[in-house]
């Protein structure tokens, strides 16, 4: 019970900086991106005061947190709530500390007899440590920080670790992909009547797919790293069709979290930013502000944890950590250049056809390097997705869904997903070179990082296929995806502003 404890506040600060700072005019959306923003701003906030050396205890981390809902709280209540925002607040607050009840007493977490583990002692060592110690940082370029983090916030429980973290965190995402799912089909133009019962089906065709279930139990960075990439693509997604930068600060929260939960997440960033803001046609500054937050952020702690590696590490190395420092970096000033410069706006508008030619070429690199390596690990990775019980027929489904796409207009701004999976999906072939190869089994590397991209491609299919089955927006949409490709590179000087 005591979960609950630290659970509904992490709600509770979620709720009120997406109101302060986030879609605020979707009350019912704010309500269900709680418990994510929350944890994932605790986590930000925690790992921030230990980098300047702040204890980490009950005591200073609890007062941060109550500082920081607080003025969350006030910023919400200057930029207006009603009361039936206040009512659905309420309501949603406590049909989430029913579910933190109903679970918090269970300890139905699965543990691997190594990842998880690993990730619990470094997270009991932060708890007893006050903080991050240098043995700690030296373990953590084999382990992405945000749920050791989030796990050391047992201190504030009365629990020996927090099994109900990924419980949590997985049945608060379901209500968040549906309301996601919703505003994202009422953004093209579906028609409402049949719109929930389709939004339903969709969402229980994803949440009853066994490996995301598994998942949904599992210790370990791949739920919490997909629930992530799907808020920042898909809430950035949202905010280029509707042209409502009010999205924009807790998307960029959410790549934030994203970054800090695997070695190699940062590179996923860098990617997903490319197909996203260089391609943007919401105004300048705010996107500027939230890209420029971000990226200080994430550039900070690779620096910091740079300073604490050995040089022969197996997985993040100081020189490889100024590498993703300086991609981010260098990422940013190419953003901010390109407001001046017709030569980097054209690159821009051919980014998708750029990141597809190098994922290509790349694998083609290795698999000519290495061809054995290579070829052994596709195919254990391919046997884990189709033979595996956990994933029954859902990569054949999705595939077969994928074929039939090729013939039903796309969705505007389609780049992050259509050309985003892909090479989220190369990346994760790309990545093993450098490594031992895959292993045919439920806990191979590649066949959890999969998790990651599942939400989204179910997201994507959605989106495209159900506006196609209402006649009415059949046509609007494709004129829609149309005029996004056209106009795309017409920038005028007020959106630059």
């Excluded at 973290?165 to 049945?171: D, H, I, R």
């Amino acid at each position: 019970m005591s979960q609950s404890l630290l659970f509904i506040p992490l709600h509770l600060l979620g709720i009120a900086l997406c109101f302060a700072c986030g879609p605020r005019r979707r009350p019912a959306l704010c309500c269900a991106l709680g418990f994510p923003v929350g944890l994932a701003a605790a986590v930000v906030l925690a790992l921030a005061m230990m980098m300047v050396r702040i204890r980490h205890d009950p005591w200073t981390l609890g007062a941060a947190m109550a500082i920081a809902g607080l003025a969350a709280a006030f910023g919400a209540a200057r930029r207006g709530m009603g009361r039936r925002d206040l009512a659905i607040a309420g309501a949603w607050t406590a049909a989430f500390a029913a579910m933190c009840a109903a679970i918090s007493p269970f300890n139905v977490a699965i543990l691997t007899s190594i990842d998880s583990h690993r990730i619990l002692s470094l997270a009991i060592a932060i708890a007893n440590d006050g903080g991050l110690e240098p043995a700690t940082m030296a373990r953590l370029g084999h382990w992405g920080v945000f749920q050791v983090v989030a796990h050391s916030m047992m201190g504030l429980t009365r629990q020996d670790f927090l099994y109900s973290l990924p419980l949590a965190l997985g049945l608060s995402f379901i209500p968040v992909f549906a309301v996601l799912l919703w505003h994202a089909l009422e953004s093209l133009g579906a028609a409402p009547r049949r719109r929930w019962l389709l939004v339903g089906l969709v969402t229980a065709a994803l949440f009853t797919i066994g490996a995301l279930d598994y998942h949904i139990l599992y210790i370990h960075t791949n739920l919490g790293a997909g629930v992530y990439l799907f808020l920042f693509l898909v809430m950035f997604w949202i905010a280029e069709v509707e042209r409502d930068a009010s999205w924009l600060p807790v998307a960029f929260l959410a790549l934030v979290a994203f970054a800090l939960h695997r070695t190699e997440t940062p590179i996923v960033a860098v990617l997903v930013l490319s197909l996203t803001v260089t391609r943007s046609e919401l105004p300048r500054r705010p996107i500027g502000f939230a890209l420029a937050g971000s990226s200080a952020g994430m550039i900070l702690w690779l620096e910091v944890l740079a300073a604490h590696l050995s040089p022969e590490g197996d997985f993040l190395t100081p020189g490889r950590c100024h590498l993703m420092a300086g991609l981010l970096a260098g990422f940013f000033l190419w953003w901010a250049a390109s407001a001046r410069s017709e030569i980097i706006r054209c690159i821009d508008r051919r980014m998708p056809l750029l990141i597809s030619a190098t994922c290509a070429l790349a694998l083609a690199g290795e698999l000519a390097s290495r061809p054995d390596h290579m070829i052994a690990s596709a195919r254990s990775w391919a046997f884990n997705l189709t033979t595996l019980p956990l994933w029954g027929q859902t990569w054949f489904i999705i595939l077969a869904l994928v074929v039939i796409g090729l013939a039903v207009a796309p969705p505007p701004f389609r780049a992050p997903f259509a050309v985003g999976l892909p090479a989220c999906f190369a990346v994760v072939l790309f990545l093993v070179y450098f490594r031992a190869p895959y292993r045919e089994g439920r806990g191979d590397s590649a066949n959890r990082m999969t998790i990651q991209m599942l939400p989204l491609i179910v997201f994507y299919l959605a989106i495209k296929f159900i506006p196609a089955l209402d006649c009415r927006t059949r046509d609007s949409q494709r004129r829609s995806a149309t005029a996004a490709e056209i106009g795309s590179p017409v920038r005028t000087s007020i959106q630059r502003n």
